[in-house]
């Protein structure tokens, strides 16, 4: 055993390495994606990149099956698209200990919502949950997953949170425990068929309520399980307002407890189901309690039916109104609370914060989509389309100075939803604006689907052989799975044997790119745009871009100021000073698109 | 004992190796220690925040509680103001005054303060530091990506928390060497400084 500095991601992988982990998969999302590469580096220990997180789940739940122990790792709405396989895994159970790890985003601060998988994972498909408060628990619960997954045939899953995925802590490790497994497949079709067959041995039942029953049943050992769980616990203290934090709540609560000055009565919950008894041992006597939670009221709703069930009369309070109902939490709301609820007071009125210039997320400087989104812009200028737009770098496209495109959902969105919107009757081109990791992710279904349909869309795929968003994963367009070198699947050629016609430009070329979406918009059928270029950042540090560099200075003789290429462009190596354009030479990358850009011919 | 260091930047001015010099150093020197980093998408110059947390007790939020800092470096003025509310009344800050723009200041969406503006601002709330040149120095040093080292120097003079010759030390062993000699110049800048012995 020893004590190591290391991020809760490091945590997270190192207790799945310990525990024998043989398969990890997973899709990657802002704050989980590094248990994945990390995961790939033990020695022993399968790792890929799935193209979705339902995919990942489907791998590391058939791994489990043939005994081998295994592990899915996404966030939040990754679970979502996860979320069909989940509500069958669930009734089926597993065999080897399988571990899900959901990592949630309270506040959004990297994810297009702050959803809370609690719910998904326990409140809908009834699998049990740890929600850690530290990188240490992280661990330990990590590694006490995969052993109380085997033992119950649950999926057992981890919810971390930004906070504890992205934060480094001192953690005791302990040592490799091998599982040397035989890969074993035993057919069970009564467990591993999921399917509305007649049972006969229970009276003729359909296996969907059999299996549902066994479910329910399990609920009586796991809330036996999580009773003597070592990630619950009671700081007692005497007071008549009680404090329970669960995950980092527990972490920002005992925080607020320091700089509030004196010990307070605090219940820590980490695990779903809940401990009741710990419940009910604490509540007991109290008048009040305050649940610190992220991010919905999933605990404390079960301790208002726990009360109601055991008639006990107390006041519950927490994100069902008394705090803030949404974002995330902070020692610092935690302390306002507690001394708040200690004096019988409503949660105060948040201050109004005064703005501070942010600093939006743009594309990089030398980034091929900065001139993909130029030339489509310039085109639905003229034309009057819309575009629909997908997750990627590229959706800082629909912030200043480009606002492109349309709409943004989620994965795949865009393709179903340009279709959707000429179906309507809307009398203008249609563009869906699609990276090229999110095409295989939820991309591939929907294309399939606008073409099947006799669509009349372009669907522009932003090819840049990587996954960049989340910090450059390989993806089936790419030449590599981690550290494997694979064979790329190439978009257009998917999109052509689909029946799409393909169209390629290169998007450093913005007047070939914007003559090619031309020509594609003035096709038939679904149409299907390349814009192919390696992704700068990524790529750029082996040496491979797909421009030719140059030097590119403003010619100051011939700009007037009009600051077009500031305010259409949005390059951060481009300002305006005084009222001549300017380009910083330690920012720009010399791709040299902002020469398109200026109409006087001023950028040179 | 408990220390609460915050840094306040612009991805890519290497706020976050100078935490992690920080952390290692507080985590050699015995303490525990906790840190994260709250981050937009750093590498398209977002704004970074790196929190570093040490003591002899256990530490419970990764993130610097409002009011509660020791020291707050801010590697950029506007960012520096944005988090300034976390340093407590008796903390220290050191603000680098050279601005980095927003896109959206430099595309008239938004209006960037002037770096006076916002160190009146700072003035107002009644809290103590140094406005420094830190960029200047870099540059003056020959390369622009030491302003984090000159910070870092800067740190060591308020704060004797840390000895800075561990701090420099520890640098060096995260650094390629052919940036050693540049390093230490630019760290022992960075103290004088603070300590009045090169005007910026």
């Known amino acids: 055993m020893q004590n190591e500095f290391m991020l809760g991601n490091e945590a997270i992988a190192r207790a799945a390495a310990e525990a024998g982990v043989k398969v990890v998969a997973g899709y990657p999302g802002t704050p989980a994606t590094e248990i994945v590469d990390l995961c790939g580096g033990y020695p022993g220990v399968y790792a890929e990149w799935a193209t979705n997180e339902k995919h990942a789940f489907e791998v590391a739940t058939a791994a489990s099956l043939t ?37 949630d985003d309270p506040g959004g601060l990297s994810s297009q919502c702050e959803e809370d998988t609690r719910i998904l994972v326990h409140s809908y498909a009834h699998l049990p949950m740890f929600d850690p408060s530290s990188v240490q628990e992280a661990y330990a619960m990590t590694k006490a997953a995969f052993e109380l997954s085997e033992q119950t045939e649950l999926v057992f899953a981890l919810r971390p949170v930004m906070r504890i995925n992205h934060a480094g802590g001192m953690v005791q490790t302990g040592e490799m425990a091998p599982q040397n497994r035989s890969a074993e497949f035993i057919i069970d079709r009564k467990r591993f068929v999921m399917s509305a067959v007649v049972e006969k041995e229970s009276g003729g039942e359909l296996r969907p309520k059999m299996r549902h029953r066994w479910l329910n049943n399990k609920q009586t050992e796991l809330k036996s399980l999580m009773e003597d769980s070592p990630f619950n616990w009671l700081e007692m203290t005497p007071g008549e307002t009680g404090f329970i934090g669960c995950g980092i709540g527990y972490a920002f609560l005992k925080e607020a407890e320091c700089i509030h000055g004196a010990k307070l009565p605090i219940l820590k919950l980490s695990t779903l189901p809940l401990p009741e008894g710990k419940v009910i041992d604490f509540i007991r006597g109290l008048k009040k309690v305050v649940v610190f939670e992220e991010v919905e009221p999933v605990v404390e709703k079960l301790i208002k039916q726990l009360c109601f069930e055991h008639k006990i009369v107390l006041e519950v309070l927490g994100r069902s109104g008394y705090l803030p109902q949404e974002g995330e939490l902070s020692a610092n709301l935690v302390l306002t609370a507690v001394e708040a609820a200690l004096a019988d007071q409503p949660y105060p009125a948040p201050e109004q914060g005064r703005y501070v210039s942010a ?111 989340t910090g450059f994963q390989p993806h089936p367009g790419s030449p590599n799975n981690l550290n494997q070198p694979m064979t790329p699947i190439e978009p257009g050629a998917v999109a052509a044997a689909m029946g799409a016609r393909v169209f390629y430009c290169n998007p450093y070329n913005v007047e070939e790119t914007i003559q090619v979406i031309n020509e594609a918009t003035a096709a038939k059928g679904v149409r299907v745009v390349i814009a192919q270029a390696l992704c700068y950042l990524n790529f750029g540090r082996e040496g491979k871009i797909s421009y030719t560099p140059r030097t590119v200075a403003v010619d100051e003789a011939v700009c007037n100021g009009c600051g077009l290429c500031v305010r259409t462009f949005g390059c951060p190596a481009i300002s305006l000073i005084g009222n001549k354009a300017f380009i910083e030479p330690s920012s720009c990358n010399g791709c040299g698109v902002c020469v398109s850009v200026c109409k006087k011919g001023a950028i040179k | 004992m408990k220390f609460d260091l915050v840094i306040a930047g612009v991805g890519g001015q290497g706020n976050i190796l100078a935490s992690q010099v920080v952390a290692k150093c507080a985590m050699d020197a015995g303490y525990n220690v906790v840190n994260t980093e709250t981050k937009g998408a750093a590498q398209r110059g977002g704004s970074v925040l790196s929190h570093v947390r040490f003591g002899d007790g256990e530490i419970f939020s990764p993130l610097v509680p409002v009011g509660q800092a020791d020291v707050l470096l801010g590697f950029e003025p506007l960012e520096a103001l944005r988090y300034i509310n976390l340093l407590n009344r008796d903390g220290k800050f050191i603000i680098n005054t050279a601005a980095v723009p927003t896109i ?70 995260m650094v390629d060497a052919k940036f050693h000699q540049d390093d230490s110049r630019a760290f022992e800048f960075g103290r004088n400084l603070i300590r009045g012995d090169v005007k910026s």
């Open chain 1, 67 to 103: 005994n081998q122990r295994a592990m899915a790792v996404m966030k939040h709405n990754g679970t979502n698209a996860a979320a069909d396989f989940l509500m069958h895994v669930n009734f089926t159970g597993i065999r080897a200990g399988l571990v899900l790890i959901t990592a």
């Open chain 1, 359 to 469: 600093r939006t997320r743009t594309q990089c400087p030398g980034c091929s989509h900065r001139g993909l989104l130029y030339a489509l812009k310039e085109v639905v200028g003229k034309n009057g389309g819309v575009v629909t737009g997908d997750i990627g770098c590229h959706d800082a496209g629909t912030f200043e100075p480009m606002k492109l495109q349309a709409t943004i959902y989620c994965m795949g969105s865009s393709i179903p939803m340009a279709h959707g919107i000429k179906k309507a009757g809307f009398d203008k081109p249609v563009y869906a604006l699609i990276g090229d990791s999110t095409f295989f992710h939820n991309g591939l279904t929907g294309l399939a689907s606008a073409i099947y349909n006799g669509g009349d869309i372009t669907v522009v795929i932003a090819y840049n052989s990587t996954t960049a968003m």
């Open chain 2, 104 to 173: 959206l200041a430099n595309m008239k969406v938004d209006e960037y303060p002037s770096t006076e503006q916002i160190m009146a601002t700072i003035k107002t709330k009644g809290l103590s530091g140094y406005f420094v040149n830190a960029t200047k120095v870099a540059k003056e040093l020959g390369n622009v990506l030491l302003t984090n080292v000159v910070m870092l120097g800067a740190f060591t003079a308020v704060s004797d928390i840390l000895p800075p010759d561990v701090i420099v030390t520890k640098l060096l062993t």
